[in-house]
């Protein structure tokens, strides 16, 4: 069964394969000039440091400037979870039925449970050994960019923990599950993105902040500056807390030009600013549960995708 | 003599359909048997069943006294599958094929595939989608037959072939059931092809079983009667008519005969495997002659034809 598999996926295995060399030779070169330019710009000494007056900001920026574009260009590999999905997971089933070849597969000697579990262990079990190495590599190539703004910039955290493996997962098992209930691989791989889509966007804006309660500080509106805080905090929200300690991002009545911020701070009835946060040190925390939510969501796909398969007539 | 397959009160339905009902039959081991019946009278849903693609909604079906279901690993390995339009691995060459046959089943004959296949004239390297329709078609029986299988089926594997390609399949396929005494179910809506390859015919038509058994037997028993217009009611006390038709002055009857025919007034003559399959499927659904012609209004008779 193990040759069948490699047989019959090798076409699709053998893109995949060269996308990721194609990404990692790419992340190797772009990688190693990152951490030479972070090393001669000395930013590991600048990564306490806040306050407005440190020469760090300068070398940061320089930093930012010649990267950030680079970057960005992490965003780029978001989809590729959904490629699998849609090229591996969603025919999987879909095209057996499609071009009838479940007939002759299920009537060899093997049963047809046998033949999903095969193929499912085998397949689950490349992709987490292939988004893993590529994980590795990724958590390299991003630490510098990490150790300057943070493992929490969504570009950063999506790609550098055990949440991008669960991904790939998950893409994988929402495209087989897709794949066994149309029973036509043009639709699965539609239902394949709007599930993935359903599923991925809500965690990441709604629930991601609020996996742990978030620490709030205050200060006083008199003081301008905030108080100091670590480069790896993620910030999600700030603003002004009033007397009854309502919350607010902006101000009921904008400030002229006579007035001191601390005088239109008060004539709004503002009593403090407030920022909250999630702690840097939180960040494998929130990976794990992260990661944990995506294997529920995959395991449960997958069990849909085996009863659909044994009921499949 | 052991049964190769036997279903009992079979059914399935979809929604509200059924593809089958109560179909009840037991075909002996070592037989080679033509199942007729017109298109969508289940021939394929009773295929699937017998090798477990399929889960009954009523009833049961076993091969060789195991559930193809609920005993895959002992039922399985005994069957050999060719489906409808022979579905291939297209991307595969045929020595891929040979090889997923060889990988998928512990008593696959590979030294039978290869020599057929060279027989055949098919190429081990070209790629299963690259082949004429025939050629597929052979490449999925070798695979079936490779397998080594106690029991074949066969949905509608002529359908699509033309003469010359049908001629050679069925050769294969006899080779094969001769060679090894295997028992070969083979659906078709015609019989045509199957009257000098099979020894066993079932007839299915309106989701049930009108008639199975032993090819002479059937021949044997089945007579057109010939005679003067009359009423049927002594002729059905003791045979079964089929089918009926009558002209102003004569009657023409086609009856499996219980016992000799004593009316001297009938002419008898042999009638062909085809005419008594012809005449079991225009037969309406549900009316299966159990109640005697004569028991009919008169129009009703008429009609029959």
Same mark, same amino acid.
């Given at each position: 069964?193990?040759?069948?598999?490699?047989?019959?996926?090798?076409?699709? /295995?053998?893109?995949?394969?060269?996308?990721?060399?194609?990404?990692?030779?790419?992340?190797?070169?772009?990688?190693?000039?990152?951490?030479?330019?972070?090393?001669?710009?000395?930013?590991?000494?600048?990564?306490?440091?806040?306050?407005?007056?440190? *020469?760090?900001? /300068?070398?940061?920026?320089?930093?930012?400037?010649?990267?950030?574009?680079?970057?960005?260009?992490?965003?780029?590999?978001?989809?590729?979870? =959904?490629?699998?999905?849609?090229?591996?997971?969603?025919?999987?089933?879909?095209?057996?039925?499609?071009?009838?070849?479940?007939?002759?597969?299920?009537?060899?000697?093997?049963?047809?449970?046998?033949?999903?579990?095969?193929?499912?262990?085998?397949?689950?079990?490349?992709?987490?050994?292939?988004?893993?190495?590529?994980?590795?590599?990724?958590?390299?190539?991003?630490?510098?960019?990490?150790?300057?703004?943070?493992?929490? %910039?969504?570009?950063?955290?999506?790609?550098?923990?055990?949440?991008?493996?669960?991904?790939?997962?998950?893409?994988?098992?929402?495209?087989?599950?897709?794949?066994?209930?149309?029973?036509?691989?043009?639709?699965?791989?539609?239902?394949? %993105?709007? =599930?993935?889509?359903?599923?991925?966007?809500?965690?990441?804006?709604?629930?991601? *902040?609020?996996?742990?309660?978030?620490?709030?500080?205050?200060? *006083?509106?008199?003081?301008?500056?905030?108080?100091?805080?670590?480069?790896?905090?993620?910030?999600?929200?700030?603003?002004?807390?009033?007397?009854?300690?309502?919350?607010?991002?902006?101000?009921?009545? /904008?400030?002229?030009?006579?007035?001191?911020?601390?005088?239109?701070?008060?004539?709004?009835?503002?009593?403090?600013?407030?920022?909250?946060?999630? *702690?840097?040190?939180?960040?494998?925390?929130?990976?794990?549960?992260?990661?944990?939510?995506?294997?529920?969501?995959?395991?449960?796909?997958?069990?849909?995708?085996?009863?659909?398969?044994?009921?499949?007539? | 003599?052991?049964?190769?397959?036997?279903?009992?009160?079979?059914?399935?339905?979809?929604?509200?359909?059924?593809?089958?009902?109560?179909?009840?039959?037991?075909?002996?081991?070592?037989?080679?048997?033509?199942?007729?019946?017109?298109?969508? $009278?289940?021939?394929?849903?009773?295929?699937?069943?017998?090798?477990?693609?399929?889960?009954?909604?009523?009833?049961?079906? #076993?091969?060789?006294?195991? &559930?193809?279901?609920?005993?895959?690993? +002992? $039922?399985?390995?005994?069957?050999?599958?060719?489906?409808? !339009?022979?579905?291939?691995?297209?991307?595969?060459?045929?020595?891929?094929?040979?090889?997923?046959?060889?990988?998928?089943?512990?008593?696959?004959?590979?030294?039978?595939?290869? $020599? @057929?296949?060279?027989?055949?004239?098919?190429?081990?390297?070209?790629? $299963?989608?690259?082949?004429?329709?025939?050629?597929?078609?052979?490449?999925?029986?070798?695979?079936?037959?490779?397998?080594?299988? !106690?029991?074949?089926?066969?949905?509608?594997?002529?359908?699509?072939?033309?003469?010359?390609?049908?001629?050679?399949?069925?050769?294969?396929?006899? !080779?094969?059931?001769?060679?090894?005494?295997?028992?070969?179910?083979? &659906?078709?809506?015609?019989?045509? !092809?199957?009257? @000098?390859?099979?020894?066993?015919?079932?007839?299915? &038509?309106?989701?049930?079983?009108?008639?199975?058994?032993?090819?002479?037997?059937?021949?044997?028993?089945?007579?057109?009667?010939?005679?003067?217009? #009359?009423?049927?009611?002594?002729?059905?006390?003791?045979?079964?008519?089929?089918?009926?038709?009558?002209?102003?002055?004569?009657?023409?009857?086609?009856?499996?005969?219980?016992?000799?025919?004593?009316?001297?007034?009938?002419?008898?003559?042999?009638?062909?495997? +085809?005419?008594?399959?012809?005449?079991?499927?225009? #037969?309406?659904?549900?009316?299966?002659?159990?109640?005697?012609?004569?028991?009919?209004?008169?129009?009703?008779?008429?009609?029959?034809?």
């Amino acid at each position: 069964m193990t040759w069948v598999v490699w047989r019959q996926h090798r076409a699709e /295995g053998l893109i995949l394969l060269v996308v990721l060399a194609v990404i990692s030779v790419f992340l190797l070169i772009t990688g190693l000039e990152m951490a030479n330019s972070f090393q001669q710009l000395r930013l590991s000494n600048c990564l306490n440091l806040i306050s407005r007056e440190s *020469p760090c900001l /300068g070398r940061i920026q320089v930093f930012d400037n010649q990267y950030s574009f680079l970057l960005g260009g992490t965003t780029l590999l978001l989809p590729l979870p =959904l490629l699998l999905g849609a090229l591996v997971g969603a025919p999987l089933v879909a095209r057996e039925v499609e071009q009838r070849t479940h007939l002759l597969i299920w009537t060899q000697s093997i049963t047809r449970m046998r033949w999903l579990t095969v193929k499912l262990a085998l397949l689950l079990g490349v992709v987490l050994l292939v988004s893993g190495a590529l994980l590795a590599l990724l958590y390299w190539w991003q630490s510098p960019s990490a150790q300057i703004r943070g493992s929490f %910039i969504s570009r950063i955290y999506d790609t550098s923990g055990p949440v991008w493996v669960a991904s790939a997962l998950l893409a994988l098992a929402l495209g087989i599950f897709a794949g066994a209930l149309t029973r036509r691989t043009a639709s699965a791989i539609f239902l394949t %993105i709007a =599930l993935f889509v359903a599923i991925r966007v809500p965690v990441e804006v709604l629930w991601r *902040p609020n996996f742990e309660t978030p620490v709030t500080i205050t200060w *006083p509106i008199d003081q301008q500056e905030p108080p100091a805080l670590s480069n790896q905090a993620w910030r999600f929200a700030s603003g002004y807390i009033d007397a009854q300690g309502n919350r607010s991002s902006d101000l009921r009545e /904008g400030c002229t030009g006579e007035m001191t911020t601390t005088q239109c701070l008060q004539a709004n009835g503002v009593q403090a600013n407030y920022i909250s946060y999630q *702690p840097g040190d939180r960040f494998w925390t929130f990976q794990w549960i992260e990661t944990g939510i995506y294997m529920g969501f995959s395991v449960l796909a997958l069990f849909a995708a085996v009863w659909l398969v044994r009921r499949l007539n | 003599m052991s049964t190769a397959l036997e279903t009992t009160k079979l059914s399935k339905r979809y929604g509200r359909t059924w593809a089958l009902q109560d179909c009840t039959l037991s075909l002996p081991a070592g037989r080679v048997a033509a199942l007729v019946g017109p298109n969508g $009278a289940g021939k394929t849903t009773l295929l699937h069943l017998s090798v477990g693609l399929l889960e009954p909604t009523v009833g049961e079906v #076993q091969v060789f006294g195991c &559930s193809p279901l609920r005993q895959p690993t +002992e $039922a399985l390995p005994r069957l050999g599958f060719v489906a409808q !339009d022979t579905p291939l691995y297209k991307s595969f060459t045929v020595a891929d094929l040979l090889t997923l046959g060889r990988k998928l089943n512990p008593g696959f004959d590979d030294g039978l595939a290869r $020599a @057929r296949m060279q027989k055949l004239g098919i190429p081990l390297k070209r790629r $299963a989608g690259k082949l004429s329709g025939g050629q597929q078609a052979q490449v999925a029986l070798v695979l079936a037959l490779a397998k080594r299988p !106690d029991l074949l089926l066969l949905d509608e594997p002529l359908a699509s072939l033309d003469p010359l390609a049908r001629r050679e399949f069925l050769r294969t396929l006899l !080779d094969a059931a001769t060679e090894s005494g295997l028992t070969v179910l083979l &659906s078709s809506h015609i019989i045509g !092809d199957l009257e @000098r390859v099979c020894d066993y015919l079932i007839i299915l &038509s309106a989701s049930q079983v009108q008639l199975a058994g032993d090819m002479q037997e059937i021949a044997k028993t089945h007579r057109r009667l010939i005679g003067p217009r #009359q009423d049927v009611a002594a002729i059905s006390s003791l045979h079964t008519v089929i089918e009926a038709s009558y002209t102003e002055r004569q009657t023409t009857l086609l009856v499996r005969m219980n016992g000799p025919l004593f009316d001297s007034s009938w002419h008898a003559q042999d009638v062909s495997m +085809e005419d008594i399959v012809l005449a079991y499927l225009s #037969q309406q659904a549900g009316d299966r002659l159990q109640t005697p012609l004569s028991a009919r209004e008169p129009q009703e008779r008429e009609v029959l034809k």
